[in-house]
Nanobody
Framework: QLQVVESGGGLVQPGGSLRLSCAAS????????IGWFRQAPGKEREGVSC???????YYSDFVKGRFTISRDNAKNTVYLEMNSLKPEDTGVYYC???????????????????WGRGTQVTVSS
């Protein structure tokens, strides 16, 4: 059974940091792009970052310079290091996977096949 499971969310003060993990099981990350998405209450799900199999990395403009995505294929896990967090970063963070072979990140959440249940990130003082 192919699945991804997020962890690492929590409550943090503005300016703080969190590291999210996306652990994959039932498949190897070597051939899959992994995307991070988030959804705030009342808003649509939006892309945050993506790590592709051809080493391309994508960041949305609102997290560039603050978030870092990395993958450890040996551990079958992708990480999202989030620094300088802002209240507007609050939301449920999801990771998602899609098999691309050797390729770049596909656009949009509709392109991804396997989704986790999400982990809550709350940035508040």
């Amino acid at each position: 059974q192919l699945q991804v499971v997020e962890s690492g969310g929590g409550l943090v003060q503005p300016g703080g940091s969190l590291r999210l993990s996306c652990a994959a099981s039932g498949f190897t990350l070597d051939y899959y792009a992994i995307g991070w998405f988030r959804q705030a209450p009342g808003k649509e799900r939006e892309g945050v970052s993506c790590s592709s199999t051809d080493r391309t990395i994508y960041y949305s403009d609102f997290v560039k310079g603050r978030f870092t995505i990395s993958r450890d294929n040996a551990k079958n896990t992708v990480y999202l290091e989030m620094n300088s967090l802002k209240p507007e970063d609050t939301g449920v963070y999801y990771c998602a996977a899609v098999e691309t072979g050797w390729g770049t990140c596909p656009p949009g959440p509709q392109s991804y096949d396997y989704w986790g249940r999400g982990t809550q990130v709350t940035v508040s003082s």
